[in-house]
């Protein structure tokens, strides 16, 4: 079944820091707006979020449930779903997966479309390492180096890029092990040789085959050859996998980036077609919980501008 919805002004799709905030802004400047979430967030795995000013220590999930609860007041619709697929004609057309109550197949249609839809970790291939991320297993030291400061910390390497994360995670903790696992020991340069023996940073070649685990806490990392070397923090460099498919469906041109693939946008986050935006991680790799909702608010100031001055040049079209 197809049913247009609306008349929406903006769709966002994607329920996170990014989505919420471009749809409060848009809430409060009276544009009517509907919130696609499919529910799954990136940082759900961690118990808190750090670094968000007035929010620090705050759980993902009571963040998320506050932003929504913020939005419902200013009249913003909010659907658990997935959006499948989107077409541009004389608006923007959105097909949903269907998921939970919406109908199967249900399109809703809009002047302006966001994408918030982040992007998905996805981890090495070493046994243990999933059911522990966001706990013991961490990739970013400054949503979790404080709290597990002091620690015995292990760095996973993927790439000869990892010696720059163990540098980094050294400044939690003066105890930190690289673990060359994907990396030959030749890979490494003279300057990285240099600056990981001046922080402290040991290093240990071989394969890593799995982790130790006692009582629900990770002790160790295992290597190939059977050797354990105690530890009780291991950080790990995911791939980021964007979620872009639906600004690629649209036509936005897209930038390959060491990252992975991010849509072209300027400063305001609209991508190369007219009133299709992008914010959060599905814009760029780097965009920690604040700054991301910094993007949505910023995208949406910016729709809000764009749709008025295009009802008022229509009004004053003789």
């Not at 479309?113 to 522990?132: H, I, K, N, Q, S």
């Not at 760029?284 to 949505?296: D, L």
Request: net charge negative; glycine share 12%.
């Amino acid at each position: 079944m197809t049913e247009k919805a609306g008349p929406y002004e903006v769709i966002v799709v994607g329920g996170g820091a990014a989505g919420l905030s471009a749809a409060l802004v848009l809430g409060r400047a009276r544009r009517r707006t509907l919130v696609v979430d499919a529910g799954e967030p990136r940082n759900a795995p961690a118990a808190h979020m750090q670094g968000y000013l007035s929010r620090d220590g705050m759980s993902p999930a009571e963040f998320l449930a506050v932003g929504r609860a913020e939005i419902a007041r200013y009249g913003v619709e909010l659907v658990r779903d997935r959006a499948v697929d989107a077409t541009l004609g004389k608006d923007f057309a959105v097909r949903l997966a269907g998921d939970g109550s919406t109908g199967a197949g249900r399109t809703v249609h809009a002047r302006q479309l966001v994408v918030a839809t982040g992007l998905r970790d996805e981890l090495p291939p070493v046994p243990g390492l999933a059911g522990r991320f966001g706990r013991d297993v961490l990739h970013c030291p400054y949503c979790h180096g404080w709290e597990v400061r002091d620690q015995a910390f292990g760095v996973l390497a993927t790439t000869a890029a990892s010696v720059h994360q163990a540098l980094m995670v050294s400044q939690w903790s003066k105890d930190v092990t690289l673990f060359l696992h994907a990396v030959a020991e030749s890979e490494l340069t003279g300057e990285d040789l240099r600056r990981l023996a001046a922080a402290g940073v040991r290093v240990v070649p071989g394969e890593v085959a799995g982790l130790a685990v006692e009582d629900d806490r990770l002790t160790g990392v295992r290597l190939a050859d059977g050797r354990v070397h105690d530890r009780e923090v291991l950080f790990v460099a995911p791939r980021a996998v964007p979620r872009t498919d639906l600004l690629v469906r649209l036509g936005a041109e897209m930038n390959e980036t060491p990252f992975g693939t991010y849509p072209v946008v300027d400063g305001r986050g609209l991508t190369t077609v007219p009133g299709l935006w992008a914010a959060g991680n599905a814009s760029g790799f780097a965009e920690q919980v604040v700054n991301a909702a910094s993007r949505g608010y910023r995208a949406g100031a910016a729709i809000n501008g764009e749709l008025l001055m295009e009802d008022l040049d229509t009004a004053a079209s003789p």
